[in-house]
């Protein structure tokens, strides 16, 4: 009887919210309307090498079914001048990535919808990791358990691609996320592969409150398989209004 009474308190604690209402309040928190600021990549080896990458960064919300991103390149020399430009759409229309090379002087059109996007500048977060929010149109998702880790009370939701060509873009066969049940935040994922053997774990280290909005200023990304680590800091933050002419092509290339 006991353990019955146990099933039937935890079916009905996890029906008092659900996966989408989740999503939706976690989304709130991140819709800043401008954000800009600097950013500073460390590739962090098996063995403790480090790589580190950094560039200035703007986003901009166009509407609640785009959002328009800006990444331009400072260090290493190497890739100085280096610009990325993405248009990510959350309606189901495919995401657009634009790449200015200054060496050619050229912008190349990159194709985000094969092998997850690619791999971020090297790291261990592909650049659909960074456009989370546009799954919401090809993924399942499904609220399958509470936790409390630390003291820290989270919903944990499973998602996982709509169809095998989705999975098999994203190259993962599902998702656990872990969002505080304080505000909805997302702080945890874990990728799972075919094998549903764990294979990277994506976590929010620090964030910034921006009323009502909250940042995340540093992220990290570990491959549990090989040992690398991406660690991800956001500094210099503003929030003015960036101008939309910053999310072209033209300024791609003269920036």
């Known amino acids: 009887m006991k353990v019955i009474l146990m099933s039937m308190w935890v079916s009905t604690s996890l029906q008092a919210i659900t996966a989408d209402e989740i999503l939706e309040g976690f989304s709130k928190l991140l819709a800043i309307p401008t954000i800009s600021g600097s950013t500073k990549l460390e590739l962090i080896a098996r063995n403790g090498d480090v790589r580190v990458v950094e560039a200035r960064v703007y986003q901009k919300n166009i509407s609640d079914a785009q959002s328009n991103s800006l990444f331009v390149f400072d260090f290493p020399p190497a890739v100085r001048g280096t610009g990325l430009l993405l248009h990510s759409y959350f309606d189901g229309r495919e995401n657009n990535m634009w790449m200015y090379l200054p060496a050619v002087r050229r912008i190349k059109r990159v194709a985000l919808e094969s092998s997850g996007g690619g791999y971020f500048m090297g790291s261990d977060f592909t650049y659909r990791d960074l456009i989370y929010n546009d799954y919401n149109n090809k993924m399942g998702y499904e609220l399958v358990d509470?936790?409390?880790?630390?003291?820290?009370?989270?919903?944990?939701?499973?998602?996982?691609?709509?169809?095998?060509?989705?999975?098999?873009?994203?190259?993962?066969?599902?998702?656990?996320?872990?969002?505080?049940?304080?505000?909805?935040?997302?702080?945890?994922?874990?990728?799972?592969?075919?094998?549903?053997?764990?294979?990277?774990?994506?976590?929010?280290?620090?964030?910034?409150?921006?009323?009502?909005y909250v940042y995340p200023s540093k992220i990290s990304m570990t491959n549990v398989q090989n040992g690398h680590k991406t660690i991800i800091t956001f500094t210099e933050v503003n929030t003015e209004e960036i101008p939309d002419r910053y999310f072209t092509t033209r300024f791609l290339q003269n920036n």
């Open 146 to 212: 509470e936790k409390t880790i630390d003291g820290v009370d989270y919903y944990v939701v499973k998602a996982w691609g709509k169809s095998l060509k989705t999975q098999q873009e994203d190259g993962f066969a599902y998702i656990l996320s872990y969002y505080l049940k304080e505000n909805l935040f997302m702080m945890r994922r874990e990728y799972f592969d075919f094998n549903e053997d764990l294979l990277k774990v994506y976590q929010v280290e620090e964030v910034i409150p921006l009323r009502p």
